[in-house]
């Protein structure tokens, strides 16, 4: 059996379904959702092992008009993964009509010579039959507005599973044959400060108002094994920081006498607990950095 490996790239516009999509073919959560557009902030991979390959998945940031630094650097981020893989999956959400973002994307995926774009049709369970066949035909036709051969078309539903698998075996056949490039199998590949603020941060963009998803930034500073813990009772202490960009923000991340943050606090710890493993005690401070999004020094000291 030829074995192949490599890199493919799921792109789209925000709220494409990109990051549910990762973790059903990862098999695991590797990637944090929301109903919320621009969840995704960082590059993330998921790895995907068969007999046949290892298949490593990026999920990127929705590609978007940028309105601050971050949504340019994120942009950036983007456009830079594109050139680096080996195949790309360009997502387009089954609930809703081609828009100008989609034609926006795949005109600027167009300039990719000799790579593979395979167009995925997302969320198909939320329609119809007869309505993924309308979609499917506008996939095609889109393809043909901006030049694009797609190398496969396929319909899935991350949520059902339905056909997850198939491609997954479409993306692997456009992979150069090669070894394993993660022999460990580890099912993702990113460091545990930015995985543990990321189950953070889903758990603050859970039910927010319109204004607070994109002020909201979380930071890990401490993730230590409690000493003088007996060892049949472990526990690990995670601290870190939220920082919002106004003390309005603030008010509501926290909510009345705390009781929203406390939400927030239970969410994320099983989540975390469950990353790790061990039982864990989670401290969350809110913290201001005014207009971080648009300030480079606040940036960096935030990982971007």
């Given at each position: ?117 395979v167009a995925v049709l997302t969320k198909i369970d939320t329609i119809g ?47 150069p044959e090669g070894p394993v490039l993660f022999p460990d199998g580890d ?46 009772r472990p526990l690990t202490d995670v601290r870190a920081s939220l920082f ?61």
């Amino acid at each position: 059996m030829t074995f192949r490996s490599g890199f493919a790239c799921l792109v789209g516009r925000p709220n494409a379904g990109k990051s549910t999509l990762t973790n059903a073919l990862v098999g695991r959560k590797v990637a944090i959702t929301s109903d919320r557009p621009q969840t995704t902030r960082r590059v993330l991979r998921g790895i995907v092992n068969r007999p046949d390959g290892q298949l490593v998945i990026v999920d990127t940031p929705g590609l978007h008009r940028p309105r601050t630094l971050l949504g340019e650097r994120l942009n950036d981020e983007v456009r830079e993964t594109w050139s680096s893989v080996d195949v790309v999956g360009m997502c387009l959400p089954a609930d809703q009509e081609i828009g100008p973002g989609d034609r926006y994307i795949a005109t600027q995926l167009s300039f990719l010579r000799r790579k593979p774009i395979v167009a995925v049709l997302t969320k198909i369970d939320t329609i119809g039959h007869g309505l993924v066949a309308e979609r499917l035909a506008q996939v095609a036709a889109l393809g043909e507005q901006v030049g694009i051969d797609w190398s496969e078309v396929v319909p899935v539903s991350a949520l059902t599973g339905e056909q997850v698998q198939l491609l997954a075996d479409r993306l692997i056949v456009h992979l150069p044959e090669g070894p394993v490039l993660f022999p460990d199998g580890d099912a993702a590949e990113e460091p545990l400060e930015i995985a543990v603020a990321e189950l953070i941060r889903e758990a603050a963009l859970d039910g927010v108002q319109d204004e607070l998803p994109h002020s909201i930034a979380v930071v890990v500073d401490e993730i230590e094994p409690r000493e003088d813990r007996p060892a049949d009772r472990p526990l690990t202490d995670v601290r870190a920081s939220l920082f919002v960009e106004r003390d309005t923000q603030k008010a509501i991340v926290i909510g009345k006498a705390g009781a929203r943050l406390k939400q927030v606090g239970t969410r994320a710890r099983a989540e975390i607990e469950a990353l790790l493993g061990v039982p864990v005690y989670l401290d969350i401070r809110v913290k201001v950095a005014k207009d971080w999004q648009k300030d480079p020094k606040q940036l960096r000291r935030l990982g971007f």
